[in-house]
């Protein structure tokens, strides 16, 4: 055994061993998966049946010149506006759960004091009760 065996063995002793976490998801989770997965099929399955259809309604519309022949159209157009909208909003939803689930949301808390040293003294003496009777040193020239 060389020196470098020895002391990769020394050290594997006094260190803790590394526990790999498995991350098994519940049943409730599982659930959750699966009706997303469900849910983003099949909204991409409507958006494109809604694409597809447009070309067909179009040359309907364009060679008929009917008036409602437009409108079914146009509501068609809306109506696959609104189902990409649900899907965007499920995979916002999806992440606000991911998200919850995983609980590390990052809050940044920044504060900004306005006003000179002697009052930021001030507030610090005020909430330190050991040192509540040392001096402020006050930055304003007496006269």
């Known amino acids: 055994m060389d020196k470098l065996e020895k002391m990769q063995e020394s050290l594997n002793k006094n260190l803790p ?3 790999v976490k498995k991350t098994e998801l519940t049943t409730t989770q599982k659930e959750v ?9 099949t909204y991409k ?3 494109e049946t809604g694409v597809r259809s447009l070309d067909v309604l179009a040359e ?8 409602r022949a437009f409108e079914v159209l146009s509501k068609a157009i809306k109506d696959i506006g609104d189902v990409t909208d649900k899907l965007m909003d499920l995979q916002k939803s999806n992440r606000d759960l991911n998200d919850e689930n995983k609980g590390k949301k990052e809050v940044t808390n920044n504060n900004l004091f306005v006003g000179s040293t002697t009052d930021l003294q001030r507030l610090f003496m005020k909430h330190d009760k050991e ?9 304003t020239p007496e006269e």
Request: proline fraction near 3%; hydrophobic fraction near 25%; charge should be neutral.
């Open 17 to 19: 061993e590394k526990k």
């Open 33 to 41: 998966k699966d009706d997303y997965e469900f849910s983003r099929k």
């Open 45 to 47: 399955d409507l958006i």
């Open 60 to 67: 309907l519309a364009r060679e008929s010149e009917h008036p």
């Open 131 to 139: 040192n509540k009777d040392k001096k402020i040193i006050d930055a």
